[in-house]
């Protein structure tokens, strides 16, 4: 998934962008190039990533950045802000996500990559508060009890799973993205059934994909949504293995506390991160998994011994 950036920039910028594995440079390019690049269609995409340092003089940032699902590998590279002035605002080390500008020129091809709608998720100096704050869970973390709705229309908190070991992830029912929601989903059918084989495991244990999609997953889109991956026997595992929604009032909050960041993407879809949380019996976190690299096999040996602890 490695993205190919056409670059019509500065010198500094092309030796940069050339030591990232799929980036394609144009070349400086002519006139009439330009002219097609800046006529081209405009694509938003959404990163998160560590500032490396600002040439605030500029306008740019050189960010660490994570992979975006269907645009780009993760990589460290420069970017122009779309507003200069916000350099200012920013330091070496904060963590931040932001949106991508991009003109497409071509199949794959993109150039004119601006940086805009930033938002300092952690900042590495106490000079500024960021209008979002983002929480990392880390092992011992309290969990707020949650108010959410299954796919039965009823209200569940996430207080009432105290006393059996909790594995919740999150997703939305549109995702098409086969590394993202798709796989978590899968990974959590593996899980289920792994645990359905033991019946006292499974009763010291509940699964939880919480969607953070409330105008479109409503209780029946998770209903039928769940039954996909569960299969037979659908209605005898949600009591095992719940789908859910947060009011719109606490989507924020919610995301927020695990580290989930969701911005509008093209389509109508939802570009967003990964957030897989284990949270044992006294409804503390005990571990949290932030990529699609875990595993099914992984997950079940740390879910079977909090629910032997």
């Known amino acids: 998934m490695g993205m190919r950036l056409a670059w019509r920039a500065a010198a500094g910028l092309v030796a940069v962008c050339a030591l990232a594995a799929g980036c394609k440079h144009s070349g400086s390019g002519t006139g009439a190039a330009n002219s097609a690049a800046a006529a081209g269609e405009m694509k938003t995409f959404s990163i998160r990533g560590t500032v490396v340092s600002v040439d605030a003089a500029k306008g740019m940032v050189l960010l660490e950045g994570e992979a975006v699902p269907g645009f780009m590998d993760a990589m460290t590279m420069p970017y122009q802000l779309k507003d200069a002035s916000v350099a200012s605002e920013l330091h070496p080390g904060d963590r931040i ?50 108010k959410l709705t299954n796919e039965e229309g009823r209200t569940i908190h996430l207080a009432q799973f105290k006393g059996r070991v909790l594995l919740l992830t999150f997703v939305y029912t549109r995702c098409p993205l086969p590394d993202y929601c798709i796989r978590m989903s899968r990974n959590f059918a593996d899980i289920d059934r792994s645990l359905a084989k033991d019946p006292a495991l499974y009763a010291k244990t509940h699964l939880l994909s919480i969607s953070f999609d409330p105008k479109v997953d409503t209780p029946a ?89």
């Open 97 to 146: 996500a932001a949106k991508i500008l991009v003109h497409k020129v071509g199949d794959g091809d993109y150039s004119d990559a601006l940086l805009d709608e930033i938002v300092v998720m952690a900042q590495s100096q106490p000079d500024y508060k960021p209008t979002v704050q983002y929480h990392v869970p880390t092992a011992g973390d309290a969990v707020p009890d949650f």
């Open 221 to 309: 889109v998770l209903k039928r949504y769940g039954e996909t991956y569960i299969g037979d026997g659908a209605q005898r595992a949600f009591a095992h293995w719940d789908f859910a929604v947060p009011p719109a009032d606490e989507l924020e909050a919610l995301t927020q506390f695990f580290d989930v960041g969701i911005t509008p993407g093209d389509g109508g879809t939802l570009t967003h991160s990964l957030s897989t949380a284990l949270i044992g019996k006294d409804g503390r976190v005990l571990a949290w998994y932030p990529t699609n690299e875990w595993t099914p096999a992984e997950v079940l040996v740390a879910m079977k011994s909090a629910a032997a602890a």
